[in-house]
Antibody, heavy 120, light 108 residues
Framework: QVQLVESGGGVVQPGRSLRLSCGAS????????MLWFRQAPGKGLEWVAR????????HYADSVKGRFTISRDNSKNTLYLKMNSLSAEDTAVYYC?????????????WGQGTLVTVSS | SSELTQDPAVSVALGQPVRITCQGA??????ATWYQQKPGQAPVLVIY???DRPSGIPDRFSGSSSGNTASLTITGAQAEDEADYYC???????????FGGGTKLTVL
């Protein structure tokens, strides 16, 4: 069965960096686009970034563009999100998800999420 | 601010039909996707495309669209359907994804 397991969350000081990982299993990872979403405490869902199956293209939400980088290692079945210049507004549960469509515009499987808290 | 607009809360009597709507300019071009999220859990895909359901989603869930409005309909709401429902789509540029603010469905 499809499994997505996020890791790397925790408490980080404002201005610092953090890298999230998402280990995938139960499907051919290299054939699927992938996405990151986030959800601030008590708030709604927000799309963060998406990447094509072969990493040939990636798009970012305006709120993270220039600070976050999505990447993948298809040999390790792992998706990454490198987050720089973190601020309190980035505090959220971060979810990785598998894309149903080739252009990664919707997600059919989600991980359970990892909490990132930006605080001094 | 979200480019998709949803009613914050909707209630329905057990076994009755309920429609949750989502409005936005991009819905004239792109289909809406609907996710269900229960407290403390990850979102679950319930409707995508014209009106497609992933395996395991009951057929009481359906989707439709007209103009700039997409709708999620539950025919015969069950207690287990009580959850937050989010619509999502591409924005008008086509490159970004956007969400509605979510609708909290209460089953009475």
């Amino acid at each position: 069965q499809v499994q997505l397991v996020e890791s790397g969350g925790g408490v980080v000081q404002p201005g610092r960096s953090l890298r999230l990982s998402c280990g995938a299993s139960g499907f051919t990872f290299s054939s699927y686009g992938m996405l990151w979403f986030r959800q601030a405490p008590g708030k709604g869902l927000e799309w963060v970034a998406r990447i094509w199956y072969d990493a040939s293209n990636a798009h970012y939400a305006d709120s993270v563009k220039g600070r976050f980088t999505i990447s993948r290692d298809n040999s390790k079945n792992t998706l990454y999100l490198k987050m720089n210049s973190l601020s309190a507004e980035d505090t959220a549960v971060y979810y990785c998800a598998r894309a149903l469509t080739g252009e990664a515009t919707l997600a059919d499987y989600w991980g359970q999420g990892t909490l990132v808290t930006v605080s001094s | 601010s979200s480019e998709l607009t949803q009613d914050p809360a909707v209630s329905v009597a057990l076994g009755q039909p309920v429609r949750i709507t989502c409005q936005g300019a991009s819905l004239r071009t792109y289909y809406a996707t609907w996710y269900q999220q229960k407290p403390g859990q990850a979102p679950v895909l319930v409707i995508y495309g014209r009106n497609d359901r992933p395996s395991g989603i009951p057929d009481r869930f359906s989707g439709s669209s007209s103009g700039n409005t997409a709708s999620l309909t539950i025919t015969g709401a069950q207690a287990e359907d009580e959850a937050d429902y989010y619509c999502s789509s591409r924005d008008t540029s086509g490159n970004h994804l956007v969400f509605g603010g979510g609708t909290k469905l209460t089953v009475l």
